[in-house]
């Protein structure tokens, strides 16, 4: 018996080895989808900022256009 103890034991050693691998992989996936997560709220939020702060300018630009346009009508 103690001869067929040895390869059982080692299965279980091996099964143990192998979903401690897999529970280490898992989580590094979790972490990165995590972080890609939070990057792309990141990214999405910082493009909407800039965005507005484009629309301002082009508001800005599109009436001093019309300002200029307007005194060289008048002259």
């Not at 390869?7 to 192998?18: F, G, K, L, S, Y």
């Not at 629309?55 to 060289?72: D, F, N, S």
Request: charged fraction near 30%; aromatic fraction near 8%; proline fraction near 1%.
């Amino acid at each position: 018996m103690t001869g067929q103890e040895d390869p059982v034991q080692r299965e279980i050693h091996q099964d143990w080895a192998n979903r401690e691998y897999i529970e280490v992989i898992t989580s590094s996936i979790k972490k990165i989808a995590d972080f890609l997560n939070s990057f792309d709220m990141s990214c999405r939020s910082r493009l909407a900022t800039l965005n507005e702060k484009l629309t301002a300018l082009e508001r800005r630009i599109e009436y001093i256009e019309a300002w200029v346009t307007k005194g060289e009508t008048l002259t």
